[in-house]
C-alpha cells in the first residue's frame, strides 16, 4: 500500500510541475490550479485565432487568380481564371503586355460573375530581346499583387 505522506507528495510534486509549465508564481494549490485553468482558456483563443488565420489565408490563396502562361508556336499564351469578378483586372494585365512589348493578336475577356482571360501575344520585333513564358507569368502575377494593393482589399 501506498502511504498517505507518499500520495500527498507526489500530488505537491505534479502541482509544482504544472505550476512551472504554466508559469504560475502561486503557493496555494487552489491557486495554482486556477492559474493553470486560466492558461489553458488563454491557450484554446491562440488555437482560435491560428485556426481564423490559417482559413483566412488558404481561402485567400484558393481565391487569387490562377495564372498560366505557356509558349506556343504563334506566340505565348496567356489564361488568368478567377472563381469571381476582378474589377479592374483587365487593366493590370494589359499592362504588362505593354511593358513587355506584346503585341495582342487575339483576346477572349469575361469580367462579369468571375474573371477569365485568354490572350495570345506576340513579341514586337523592334524590342529584341526574347521574352519567355516564365518572366511573362512572373510579371503577370506581379500584376495580380498590385492590383490587389491598389484596391486595398482583402481579397
Not at 487568380?65 to 504563334?74: A, I
Not at 513587355?100 to 514586337?124: D, I, K, R, Y
Not at 511573362?136 to 482589399?153: F, M, R, T
Request: charged share 25%; with cysteine.
Amino acid at each position: 500500500m501506498v502511504s498517505r505522506e507518499h500520495k500527498k507528495a507526489a500530488l505537491h510534486d505534479k502541482l509544482q510541475l504544472l505550476r512551472s509549465v504554466t508559469n504560475s508564481h502561486a503557493k496555494e494549490d487552489t491557486s495554482i490550479i486556477n492559474d493553470a485553468s486560466n492558461y489553458i482558456k488563454e491557450l484554446k483563443k491562440k488555437i482560435d485565432v491560428l485556426k481564423h488565420d490559417i482559413a483566412r489565408s488558404s481561402s485567400y490563396q484558393n481565391s487569387l487568380p490562377m495564372v498560366r502562361v505557356q509558349t506556343l508556336e504563334k506566340g505565348i499564351q496567356v489564361n488568368v481564371c478567377s472563381d469571381r469578378s476582378c474589377q479592374g483586372l483587365l487593366v493590370y494585365v494589359l499592362k504588362v503586355f505593354e511593358e513587355l512589348s506584346l503585341n495582342v493578336l487575339e483576346a477572349t475577356v469575361s469580367c462579369t460573375s468571375c474573371f477569365q482571360l485568354e490572350a495570345l501575344g506576340v513579341q514586337n520585333d523592334e524590342n529584341g530581346e526574347t521574352i519567355d513564358a516564365h518572366m511573362v507569368k512572373q510579371e503577370v502575377l506581379k500584376a495580380i499583387e498590385d492590383w490587389i494593393e491598389s484596391n486595398d482589399q482583402d481579397y
